[in-house]
């Protein structure tokens, strides 16, 4: 059975941490490019980034620049997503998607939602005092 299971999401205090987990099973993970996104209620989906299956090269968003980094251990089957200085508008759903590679990865987060091979159900964060 194919499953993408986000977990390591909660409530944090603003300047707080937290690290994200995708768990892939059913399929061959470290073929694929693996995605976060996220989505606040009112808002679209955005893509916040991704780390390429063929050469470890990642993609941030502007706005967790500096302060999120991606990783993945294609032994465990796992991308891991490390927040930090997190802040009231990180507050939304955070999901992992799994797609096959593209060039450009700023491109590749911008595809439609059924463009992508596999997507997990979410995990909240929310970060408030």
């Known amino acids: 059975q194919v499953q993408l299971v986000e977990s390591g999401g909660g409530l944090v205090q603003p300047g707080g941490s937290l690290r994200l987990s995708c768990a892939a099973s059913?399929?061959?993970?470290?073929?694929?490019?693996i995605g976060w996104f996220r989505q606040a209620p009112g808002k679209e989906r955005e893509g916040v980034s991704c780390i390429r299956s063929s050469d470890g090269s990642t993609w941030y968003a502007d706005s967790v620049k500096g302060r999120f980094t991606i990783s993945r251990d294609n032994a465990k089957n796992t991308v891991y997503l490390q927040m930090s200085v997190l802040k009231p508008e990180d507050t939304a759903v955070y999901y992992c998607?799994?797609?096959?590679?593209?060039?450009?990865?700023?491109?590749?987060?911008?595809?439609?939602?059924?463009?992508?091979?596999?997507w997990g159900r979410g995990t909240q964060v929310t970060v408030s005092s």
């Open positions: 059913g399929f061959t993970f470290e073929h694929y490019t």
């Open positions: 998607a799994a797609g096959s590679d593209m060039t450009l990865l700023s491109l590749w987060v911008l595809r439609p939602p059924s463009w992508y091979d596999y």
